[in-house]
């Protein structure tokens, strides 16, 4: 009987080492997500925002001083004055400024005028007399009635006559031109469009008074056409080499969010800004508003559309990042001989070293139990998958995008609860656990 209880005993601790050594030595179930291969277009673009533009915009001012009277008429609505959005034509009245003050200036130069041409006719008159005093002197001189000096008087009062009307009509001139300086002054006092558009800023009110000085006053804003708008882009100058003249350009704006526009690059200006030592350049995009969806001022969210590849293979850029995680002992939870987990980009994600070609990655496949890695070349990205090409890869073949332990690592009692554990990489189709 001792025999068989020390039997009992060895065997006991044998099962118990047993037990004890698989827990070591086996590594937590994992349950893997997959992603497909699909067949599909790859569109690489460069990401910015803008802002809406009109295409053109023009700044009324004023050109004279005083205060603002009254605001024109609405010409699509008479009874409303001219405000934000109301659309007008060349010529249309914007705003009158009080012009007592320049009716004033007016009836002066006109008065003034007057004057000068009352002026012209007096030394006209004087002239002429003095013309006649000439030509009788001189018939006086050839009877020898007069001296030679009272010849030569008269002759000078003649000429002297003759610089006076000329005095007199020069200031009439300058006088007719001071009265139509005033007549456009006064004409200043109506704010005229001088294009036809649609009114973005008013920026005075009735009482207003505005100064003209070195610059003029702004008083309204009026965009020329809406239907042709611009966006004026800001693009890192890591990006600003994928773009050229004619580029086509897709955006989205928050007002519209279900609506995609499209649009050309017009101009690509180098007048470079540098906010906290990054630098962005101002790329222009024309686009079409005909029909009116889009308003001036609003943020859009830009895609410069760099290449294309169409019909080819490609994966979730995930699927060339993720990397099987060490399992205990140093082998993979996935039963596959490499090491490390996660990181990296989509070109030459999972590589190891840093001597491997950029263009080439890798993808893992499951193999029963096991996990395979498959060199593929990589090609164009979108940002969110990438296109491939190599050995082993063909549409509707699955990959590996991510891993979740089912089980915690270590020892435990057989009678406990299992419990899952984290997982690495991103969503995908869920796969089979170890």
Request: net charge neutral; proline share 3%; hydrophobic share 40%.
């Amino acid at each position: 009987m001792r025999r068989l209880g020390v039997l009992m005993l060895l065997g006991g601790l044998a099962a118990g080492a047993w037990w004890w050594f698989s827990q070591r030595t086996a590594g937590p179930a994992v349950e893997y997500r997959l992603a497909e291969v699909l067949r599909g277009d790859v569109l690489a673009v460069v990401a910015a925002t803008g802002t809406i533009e009109p295409e053109e915009l023009v700044d009324v001012g004023a050109q004279v001083a005083g205060r603002i009277q009254d605001l024109g008429r609405d010409p699509r609505e008479a009874t409303r004055s001219i405000d934000y959005g109301s659309q007008i034509e060349e010529g249309t009245v914007l705003a009158r400024i009080d012009d007592a003050l320049y009716a004033a200036q007016v009836e002066q130069a006109k008065a003034t005028v007057s004057r000068a041409r009352a002026d012209v006719e007096q030394q006209t008159i004087r002239m002429q007399q003095l013309e006649r005093e000439w030509n009788r002197a001189q018939e006086f001189r050839k009877r020898n009635s007069i001296s030679d000096a009272d010849l030569d008087l008269a002759r000078a009062n003649w000429q002297a006559a003759q610089a006076a009307v000329s005095v007199s009509q020069a200031s009439h001139e300058q006088a007719k031109a001071s009265l139509h300086q005033a007549e456009i002054n006064l004409g200043y006092c109506t704010i005229r469009s001088p294009v036809k558009g649609v009114i973005i800023d008013r920026r005075v009110n009735i009482g207003q008074t505005v100064v003209a000085s070195l610059n003029a006053p702004s008083l309204f804003l009026i965009a020329k056409d809406l239907g042709r708008l611009q966006v004026w882009a800001s693009v890192n100058e890591a990006d600003i080499g994928q773009i050229y003249l004619g580029q086509s350009v897709k955006f989205t704006v928050d007002a519209r969010p279900n609506e995609v526009f499209r649009g050309t690059v017009a101009q690509i200006r180098l007048n470079a800004t540098m906010t906290q030592n990054v630098v962005t350049y101002t790329v222009v995009v024309s686009t079409d508003n005909a029909d009116g969806r889009l308003l001036p001022y609003l943020t859009a969210s830009l895609q410069f559309e760099r290449e294309t590849r169409r019909d080819v293979l490609t994966v979730p850029n995930v699927a060339l990042r993720w990397q099987p995680r060490s399992g205990p002992g140093g082998g993979s939870a996935g039963g596959a001989a490499t090491g490390g987990s996660g990181g990296g980009n989509a070109r030459g994600a999972g590589q190891g070293g840093g001597g491997r070609d950029p263009s080439l990655g890798k993808v893992w496949v499951r193999e029963g139990e096991l996990l395979r890695a498959i060199e593929v070349k990589v090609g164009l990205t979108d940002g969110v998958v990438t296109e491939i090409e190599g050995d082993g890869i063909a549409e509707g073949v699955s990959v590996v995008v991510a891993d979740v332990l089912l089980e915690s690592t270590g020892p435990s009692s057989p009678f406990a609860p299992k419990t899952q554990g984290t997982g690495s990489g991103a969503g995908g189709t869920k796969g089979g656990s170890r």
